[in-house]
């Protein structure tokens, strides 16, 4: 099985004043496409650090991070834009949709800017996935008109619109209770399972990392263990 | 739909709809765009179409497209002149070949010669206006004239006078009353005294047509100096081949009178300046105050130049009394009782509650002033058909005298009620020349003939003192009153007949042509290349051996032509300081904007946005406002010139006025290239201005979209 990302020895240290804060050291991970993973630790154990250099909108300050096979170092800021536009999506803990466009407008806009679709593919592609996250008939609505469940869900529509190897999210739930958190999860796992996207999705809640396939822990910027979850995913 | 399209649709969405979500902001932003906008349609069409006015206005009554002057000339040819007055210009000597030389030019449509310059006119006063009448019917009576009409305006004109005397006599008794006994002025003002009372004497009329030449002169010496007003009046003309001047300036219009006859002596006096100078005082203020109560709805009640006017009037009866003679002032008196109303017998009395106008009677009064006593009255002090005498200083230092007759008033369409062109006579060619002390070839023939029949050689230059202080002995030891020769003051028969001759003789084109000029406009057959045919004019007259300056128009128009320019200074200075504020708002709204946008911006760019597409997102929302208002304002502007279109246009409430917009009215057209300009800058300033929050929105990292807070 081949890995879709490859984390090796990476470093991150954030200045804060005067003082260097390491948030990851020398943090080595591979993930392997198809993978569900989930990513635990308590807050402040580099698991944002971790997901924002997998996800290209970060960089390292030691190490190399691979993604889909290409070095993320060497990629210029507009290759590693395009890199996240057609290899990666992204879930937010906020959610993070455009207040101003519409549902359908949200899910769509990540195709708009990859171009290429004709109008009526655009449509058509939108359509089914907000059926498949349960939200058809909302189309037309806009983000504040909707729960926070349901805005998640878009979110999660946006994300794979593009159909990227990649999904990552981070704390996909911490801004929902915790039965609409395992609605999410749940959703994301269909989609695993559907398309065999590769999920990397950060928690500090054992509810929601035990539908995972694989867990892995992260502590004081360390990775403190890689454990199977109750499965043959991995 | 390509995916192209689909994106420029979502960015305007996205545009549109930020800008929908913050109304207050973009009301903002929007309305300072508007109002600019607004500013530069309306500014920049009135402008427009004063500079087309002006143009007019100056091309089409005096300046022509170029005008052309010795380049040797001390000063720059102002054709309205300056504030030092009439510009020290070179003559250029012979118009004739200039005129040749610049008619050689494809593009010259015509060459109008000219000589602008000011003088003095001198009128005569009231009495001496009336003394001359009588002196004419006393003349013919003693040439045995018998006719009953001749008799009675002679009996008028003796009674006016008589009853001028009383008047001047009034004056000056009162005057006395408050007066110093012991001065030197009382001593001379009592021998005035003493020349009125003998003027109103039963016994000097009653010899007076005994022998009325000689109470003639008495009154001529004695009585007429003693009312000076009106004495000398400046004038400003232009001296030029009037037939080619007429066609040229298609605006120039005769009122009152007829052209001068082609290659006569004449003069046409400006309307506007007859108005202003040559008008009974009186009759000129109530105009003045109909105008400002008309035009710029000035009321007396609260108008302290209204009121200065009305009280001006009040003390200037006598001016309407001395023209009055015995019988007119009796109609004068039935008239006006019966307009106030009054019952009063003193006819000053009744001039002056007729001219003590207020906001409630003025209309009445101005009716009744016209209609009934102005018909009695000369309003003027120069009518058409009589000679009046310009005195102006020659180049070389002497006062010259020149008797030119007037054959009618002149104006220019749609500059009546402008002074700058309006005060402008027009005056023969010929007369100018003698005015202007250049000797023509005809004049120093006919000089030379008077010398020599008066017996006179050239002074001796070593002898001139003696020649003239000297010689004592010949001259007359004492002042003998004697009896004024009419015939042996003028000059010999043939002399008299010389003169006439001269006014009366029609010169030809070649005459009018071949002679000094100062300045010359030419028309062009096509003004648009103007600068292309100046520098051929220049040539062509520099072939020709004549060093002239071509200049345009405008330059010759001076302080004038500048205003345009002046005014359009200020407006774009104006329009600078919107625009800057505007950028400055706008600029800062639309930072506060993208920083609270941070997360959306970093959103996108997480999920693929580059950064070129957060600048033109950015970027269409300002430039989105910018067109949007920018055209909006645009079309209030051109809603606003066409209310001013629709209401007959911005009236001219003054003389400046009326030549800038060349009319009484300036009916402003919407120019399409202020249009294109307003929305240009329009464009050019919302894009400066959302150029800075847009490249800080491309610098919001993808990181921002991962902040846990909200």
Redesign the interface.
């Known amino acids: 099985m081949s890995a879709i990302v490859s984390v090796q020895a990476v470093s991150k240290d954030y200045q804060l004043g005067k003082t260097v804060v390491p948030a990851l050291r020398e943090v080595s991970l591979e993930v392997n496409a198809g993978e569900f993973l989930s990513i635990a630790g308590p807050s402040g154990s580099g698991k944002t650090t971790l997901l924002n250099l997998i996800g290209c909108v970060d960089t390292p300050t030691g190490g190399a991070v691979r993604v889909s096979g290409k070095d993320t170092s060497r990629l210029s800021e507009r290759a590693l834009t395009d890199l996240r536009l057609r290899t990666i999506g992204f879930i937010f803990q906020s959610f993070n949709l455009v207040s101003v466009l519409t549902v359908f407008q949200n899910v769509e806009f990540p195709l708009l800017l990859q171009g290429g679709l004709s109008g009526r593919e655009r449509r058509a592609r939108v359509s089914a996935l907000l059926e498949a996250v349960g939200l058809q008939g909302h189309g037309a609505h806009r983000p504040s008109e909707l729960s926070g469940g349901q805005r998640q869900r878009v979110a999660v529509a946006r994300a794979l619109v593009t159909r990227p190897a990649l999904v990552l999210a981070d704390e996909p739930t911490a801004n929902l209770d915790s039965q609409t958190g395992a609605n999410i999860i749940d959703l994301m796992k269909e989609m695993n399972r559907k398309d065999g996207t590769t999920f990397i999705f950060s928690t500090h809640d054992p509810k929601v990392m035990s539908h995972a396939s694989a867990i892995v822990r992260i502590a004081d910027g360390r990775i403190t263990g890689r454990e199977l979850v109750n499965g043959p995913t991995a | 739909?390509?995916?192209?399209l689909?994106?420029a649709s979502?960015l305007l969405?996205?545009a549109f709809?930020?800008l929908f979500?913050s109304r207050v902001k973009t009301a903002i932003i929007g309305g300072i765009i508007l109002l600019g906008a607004v500013l530069v349609v309306v500014g920049s069409s009135l402008l427009d179409s004063i500079d087309l006015g002006m143009r007019q206005s100056i091309q089409g009554s005096l300046g022509g497209n170029v005008q052309v002057y010795s380049r040797d000339s001390k000063d720059d040819l102002q054709i309205y002149g300056s504030m030092m007055g009439s510009s020290d210009l070179e003559p250029v000597p012979d118009f004739a070949a200039l005129k040749q030389a610049l008619l050689g030019v494809p593009n010259v449509k015509a060459v109008v010669p000219m000589g602008i310059d000011r003088a003095m006119v001198g009128a005569g006063n009231l009495i001496d206006v009336v003394l001359a009448k009588l002196r004419a019917d006393a003349n013919r009576i003693l040439a045995g004239d018998p006719s009953p009409e001749l008799r009675r305006d002679y009996e008028a004109h003796k009674a006016h006078v008589r009853r001028m005397a009383e008047l001047l006599h009034e004056e000056l008794k009162s005057a006395r009353a408050i007066a110093d006994t012991s001065t030197t002025e009382y001593k001379e003002r009592h021998a005035e005294y003493l020349d009125l009372e003998r003027a109103m004497d039963e016994g000097f009329w009653a010899r007076f047509d005994a022998d009325p030449l000689g109470g003639l002169e008495f009154l001529e010496n004695r009585i007429a100096p003693l009312s000076a007003d009106n004495a000398f009046v400046f004038i400003r003309y232009v001296g030029t081949d009037l037939d080619a001047f007429a066609k040229a300036f298609d605006r120039m219009q005769v009122v009152d009178g007829q052209m001068v006859p082609h290659g006569q002596r004449g003069i046409l006096l400006g309307k506007w300046y007859a108005e202003e100078y040559l008008k009974l005082r009186p009759a000129h203020r109530l105009d003045k105050i109909r105008d400002a109560r008309e035009i710029q709805r000035r009321r007396i009640a609260t108008d302290e130049e209204l009121q200065r006017w009305v009280k001006e009037n009040a003390g200037a009866t006598r001016d309407i009394l001395l023209q009055l003679d015995p019988v007119k002032a009796e109609e004068a008196k039935v008239r006006l009782q019966r307009d106030l109303g009054s019952q009063e017998e003193d006819l000053g009395k009744l001039v002056a509650d007729l001219l003590a106008v207020d906001d409630q009677n003025f209309d009445r009064h101005y009716r009744a002033f016209y209609d009934d006593l102005a018909p009695l009255l000369q309003l003027y002090l120069v009518n058409v058909g009589d000679t009046i005498t310009i005195k102006a200083p020659t180049k070389t230092g002497y006062m010259k005298s020149v008797n030119v007759k007037v054959y009618g008033f002149v104006q220019f369409k749609g500059l009546e009620k402008s002074g700058i062109a309006g005060v402008m006579s027009l005056m023969d060619l010929m007369t100018w020349r003698d005015l202007y002390g250049h000797l023509t070839a005809e004049r120093a023939r006919e000089i030379a003939e008077l010398k020599k029949s008066a017996g006179l050689e050239g002074l001796d230059r070593d002898r001139a003192e003696a020649d003239m202080f000297g010689a004592a002995t010949d001259g007359p030891a004492e002042t003998k009153q004697s009896r004024i020769d009419e015939v042996r003051l003028v000059g010999h028969r043939d002399e008299q007949a010389a003169r006439q001759d001269r006014f009366d003789r029609v010169y030809s084109q070649d005459e009018i042509d071949q002679g000094v000029v100062l300045n010359a406009a030419v028309i062009l057959k096509d003004p648009g290349r103007m600068r292309e045919s100046m520098r051929q004019i220049e040539a062509a007259a520099g072939k020709a051996g004549l060093p002239i300056k071509a200049i345009t128009w405008q330059e010759a128009s001076g302080m004038v032509g500048q205003f345009v320019t002046l005014s359009r200074l200020v407006l774009y200075v104006a329009v600078l300081i919107i625009f800057a504020v505007a950028l400055v708002i706008i600029n800062n709204a639309m930072v506060m904007a993208t920083l609270q946008r941070v997360?959306?911006i970093g959103?996108?760019?997480?999920?693929?946005?580059?950064?070129r597409?957060v600048l033109v997102m950015l970027m269409v929302e300002t430039v989105f406002i910018g067109l949007v208002f920018g055209a909006l304002g645009a079309g209030i502007g051109i809603g606003i010139l066409e209310i001013i279109r629709a209401r007959g246009g911005i009236p001219a409430t003054s003389d400046q006025l009326n030549f800038f917009f060349s009319g009484p009215a300036l009916v402003p057209a919407v120019g399409g290239v202020s249009l294109a300009v307003a929305l240009g800058i329009v464009f050019l300033v919302s894009v400066a201005s959302g150029l800075y929050p847009a490249i800080l929105g491309t610098r919001v990292?993808?990181?921002e979209?991962?902040s846990?807070e909200?």
């Open positions: 739909m390509t995916s192209r689909g994106a979502v969405q996205i709809r930020n979500a997360k959306e959103t996108m760019r997480a999920i693929g946005a580059q950064r597409f990292t993808p990181l979209a991962m846990s909200d």
